[in-house]
């Protein structure tokens, strides 16, 4: 069993940063896959980026690449998800979630473990 909490999230206006972090507890990370999804307030979650410790394998979606960043902090069991450059359309609750596995899934379905989501809101 994994347990995951996100923090981080806030209200920022467009162009501003910020750090969202996964912390674990249960189970140590690196025998998992981490995935950061995100899910605007009526539309569908989505995936935003994931990591696999065993290999260092990372993987994003289009439409964040070149300004978010998922990196890994294994003694202290986190997963960050670092935001540069947020927009508008960034705002949504984002959850971190863990499965396990080779390829790092996209889809939210594959993902076994869930945290309770933290709120991004981006104004402009």
């Known amino acids: 069993q994994v347990h995951l909490v996100e923090s981080g999230g806030g209200l920022v206006q467009a162009g501003d940063s910020l750090r969202l972090s996964c912390a674990a507890s249960g189970r140590t990370f690196e025998n998992y896959i981490i995935g950061w999804f995100r899910q605007p307030l009526g539309k569908e979650r989505e995936f935003v980026a994931g990591?696999?410790?065993?290999?260092?394998?990372?993987q994003y979606a289009d439409f964040v690449k070149g300004r978010f960043t998922i990196f890994g902090d294994i003694y202290n069991n986190l997963v960050n998800l670092q935001m540069n450059n947020l927009k508008p359309e960034d705002t949504a609750a984002y959850y971190c979630a863990a499965t396990d596995g080779l390829i790092i899934p996209d889809s939210p379905g594959r993902y076994h473990y869930w945290g309770q989501g933290t709120q991004v809101t981006v104004s402009s």
């Open positions: 990591l696999r410790w065993s290999g260092a394998a990372i």
